[in-house]
């Protein structure tokens, strides 16, 4: 029952850091601050009722966490939001949480072998961001043009929309560097994280457009925010378990 009710009480906080990274492309440490002194309740608890063994599981989920996150921070696989999301994580779930509704128990495909929740969290998040591209691909395949054919590789990463729109639109990353040489002509470079508009605002694109030097629409990609990734990371991990795990070992039998 305790693990029902931390799932129930970290849902909330989890879809409200999804709803600050979409608008904002940050989440608050308030979040993060505020999940972690309510769910100090259910630490509490746990620690008391399971004694030493719950206390060494408390400090070994959250210090492997915690260096391997901030490993992965460094190295830029992810922002600071997300890190502190998942500290709080294997603060609050030190032990993969288990428990029966309508009769099933879960997660579903059973216990993963390295019993760290945070590590399952984040390992489905990964997956679910390896889909991305091919939720795209079908997106400009449903909305496909001629000029999509010049840059195929470009419709798992992005979509085109038009110059003149990308002053009133947020969040965008171009795909593409737009340069003039000494000759006047444009060169085209692959901007291969996706060229921040926002913070590089290139007004003269639409100057291009009108001579004619590029299309009217160009490449851009939405760079969707990994916490949302790692809220489905988070449902599927409860629900299912390791998927990752799973796939390779279900491959392995095949």
Known sequence: MIEILKILFTMP??????????????????????????????????????????????IFSGVIVFLSVY??????????GDAKGLIVLSILFPLYP???????????????????????????????????????????????????????????????????????KEHLGLLEKFELDEN????????RTGLDFDANRKPELEEYAKKGLIEKEVWVTPGLPFMLSITAGFITAVVFGDLIFYAVVSFLVI
Request: charged letters at 15%; aromatic letters at 18%; proline letters at 4%.
């Open 184 to 191: 006047g002509a444009i060169i085209r470079k692959f901007a």
């Open 71 to 80: 490993i992965l921070f460094q190295l830029g696989a992810f922002g600071g």
């Open 98 to 168: 288990v428990f029966q509704f309508s009769g099933k128990v879960y997660p579903l495909l059973g216990l993963p072998p390295i019993g760290l929740f945070a590590f399952t969290v984040l390992e489905n998040a990964l997956l679910v961001t390896v889909l991305v591209p091919l939720g795209m691909f079908c997106y400009n395949l449903l909305h496909f043009s001629s000029g999509m054919l010049k840059k195929p590789f470009y419709m798992f990463l992005g979509y085109r929309t038009d110059v003149s729109s990308l002053k009133n």
């Open 13 to 58: 906080f989890l879809l409200y850091a999804c709803y600050t990274d979409l608008k904002a492309r940050r989440v608050s440490n308030k979040v993060w601050k505020y999940m972690l002194a309510s769910g100090s309740v259910f630490i509490i608890y746990e620690v008391f009722t399971g004694g030493v063994p719950c206390l060494k599981a408390l």
